[in-house]
């Protein structure tokens, strides 16, 4: 390249051999699922993972719920197997994961009666330190650098805190305080996470779809979710995050992903414009991460929609969600129902036989996974590649064989074999270089490798604007 450019890289995260024919390449973003029952709990969690692997997914979302993990104070915070924690569920879920191409994403929240004066969870610690340093024990034994326990690139901090029954109080004297409590929340679960480990991504939010902003009373206090985020930025404007994560159900289990709803209210149908008011009151694109969305089915919920109207729905959610250009993930809850549960969004029946949205969204998320990026240019661009595979079976640093063809449609432009090695958060980067021309669409055909013969090819998007 002769000039600075902004490249959006889309990784592309089916095995195909050579690209498609020139086009614009859309915005792709990671597919998973939220489910912890079933990945972690459950007899079935091998079939399960396999399953959501065929699926397409690439992601599991989990909650750290740090009043169950560390429901008695730690005697050493920072040290992991402090008596006190009960993690062996989390760790072996992120050790196990990438043998099914997939790594975990972790939301923490919850605050242990030790930590808050004796109170339920949703009252936030009273010394916000507790929490950095269990953002921090996660994160640093999550890093990638202790052979045994994977590795955790992704994180987020707290669940829904803009509903009074995650995060109390809401308001006081008839104003809305959540976002301020939030704030210093937040910044002391990112502060322990970036301690632990520099390379991870925290995101902040995990909002609800709506809220009321005016106080109802009780638990069904709550503030809409884009006025959190927007009185967020106002109490907090220098407030560090990688990006913001939400839930934009319909706002009813029966209702479709394309449904109406009055804005500051966040769905799929509004998130375009949350995405461009979170730009303006960050000044920044701010990546979009969809950590809940599901749609529930009758006879199990009775106000459900029926089995072949949720494979519909799914996959118009997916659509609707690649084509939003902030999105960078889409997590549907949940995977798989169960008998012992009040959700039954799964894609599978709870006896492990597939709804027919199974077979729709594996489908669907064929044509829109991936990863997306935005990194300005100037000679070449270096894509971090997520490769949970060769990381299951390779140390930190390990040499990984990598080759890459660039063509513009069918013509070759330009091949490359740059050496390459692997990072702690479980991602291969390397450069690659190509005479780019603005507005035009190229595809970049990535093939890696280790010693041991597991083999990975990715295809990237590469459109020069």
């Given at each position: 390249m002769h000039r600075t450019t902004r490249i959006a890289l889309?990784?592309?995260?089916?095995?195909?051999a050579l690209p498609a024919a020139a086009a614009k390449a859309n915005p792709r973003m990671q597919i998973g699922f939220f489910d912890d029952p079933s990945f972690r709990w459950s007899k079935s969690?091998?079939?399960?993972?396999?399953?959501?692997s065929k699926s397409g997914a690439t992601v599991i979302h989990v909650l750290a719920d740090w009043s169950q993990i560390a429901s008695a104070k730690p005697a050493s915070p920072l040290n992991g197997d402090d008596p006190a924690y009960?993690?062996?569920?989390?760790?072996?879920?992120?050790?196990?994961?990438?043998?099914?191409?997939?790594?975990?994403?972790?939301?923490?929240?919850?605050?242990?009666?030790?930590?808050?004066?004796?109170?339920?969870?949703?009252?936030?610690?009273?010394?916000?330190?507790?929490?950095?340093?269990?953002?921090?024990?996660?994160?640093?034994?999550?890093?990638?650098?202790?052979?045994?326990?994977?590795v955790v690139s992704r994180f987020a901090i707290w669940n829904e805190p803009n509903l009074q029954l995650f995060l109390t109080p809401q308001f006081e004297n008839g104003q809305i305080v959540s976002p301020g409590i939030y704030a210093k929340l937040f910044a002391a679960g990112y502060a322990g996470i970036k301690a632990g480990n520099p390379l991870a991504l925290v995101a902040a939010g995990n909002t609800s779809?709506?809220?009321?902003?005016?106080?109802?009373?009780?638990?069904?206090d709550s503030t809409a979710p884009a006025t959190f985020a927007r009185l967020l930025a106002i109490a907090a404007p220098k407030l560090k995050f990688d990006a913001w994560a939400t839930h934009p159900y319909p706002t009813s289990p029966n209702l479709p992903p394309t449904q109406k709803v009055q804005y500051p209210a966040v769905t799929l149908t509004t998130l375009d414009q949350f995405g461009s008011d979170l730009k303006t009151w960050w000044k920044r694109r701010v990546p979009i991460w969809i950590t809940e969305y599901g749609?529930?089915?009758?006879?199990?919920?009775?106000?459900?929609?029926?089995?072949?109207?949720?494979?519909?729905?799914?996959?118009?959610?997916?659509?609707?969600?690649?084509?939003?250009?902030?999105?960078?993930?889409?997590v549907w809850f949940i995977f798989r129902d169960s008998t012992n549960q009040t959700w039954f969004s799964g894609l599978k029946n709870a006896n492990g036989?597939?709804?027919?949205?199974?077979?729709?969204?594996s489908a669907t998320a064929k044509t829109v996974a991936g990863q997306t990026y935005y990194i300005p240019q100037g000679g070449g661009f270096t894509p971090a590649i997520d490769v949970p595979q060769l990381f299951n079976n390779n140390p930190v640093g390990s040499r990984i064989g990598l080759t890459y063809a660039v063509f513009e449609g069918k013509k070759k432009i330009a091949v490359g074999q740059p050496p390459a090695?692997?990072?702690?958060?479980?991602?291969?980067?390397?450069?690659?270089?190509?005479?780019?021309?603005?507005?035009?669409?190229?595809?970049?055909?990535v093939k890696l490798g280790d010693k041991h013969g597991v083999t990975v090819t990715r295809t990237i998007a590469v459109i020069a604007q």
């Open positions: 889309i990784v592309v995260l089916a095995l195909i969690t091998a079939e399960n993972l396999q399953a959501a009960k993690i062996s569920d989390l760790d072996s879920l992120v050790s196990t994961a990438p043998k099914y191409g997939m790594q975990v994403i972790v939301s923490i929240t919850g605050t242990p009666k030790w930590a808050n004066g004796g109170q339920t969870p949703n009252h936030p610690p009273t010394n916000m330190g507790d929490l950095t340093a269990f953002a921090h024990m996660l994160a640093a034994r999550y890093n990638g650098l202790h052979p045994g326990y994977g779809n709506r809220g009321h902003n005016t106080p109802t009373g009780g638990v069904s749609e529930q089915t009758r006879p199990q919920y009775s106000i459900g929609v029926s089995a072949s109207q949720q494979a519909a729905d799914a996959k118009t959610a997916l659509q609707m969600a690649a084509k939003n250009p902030y999105v960078d993930i889409f036989s597939n709804k027919p949205s199974y077979a729709t969204f090695t692997l990072a702690a958060n479980g991602t291969v980067s390397a450069p690659i270089s190509f005479r780019d021309v603005k507005g035009h669409t190229y595809s970049v055909v």
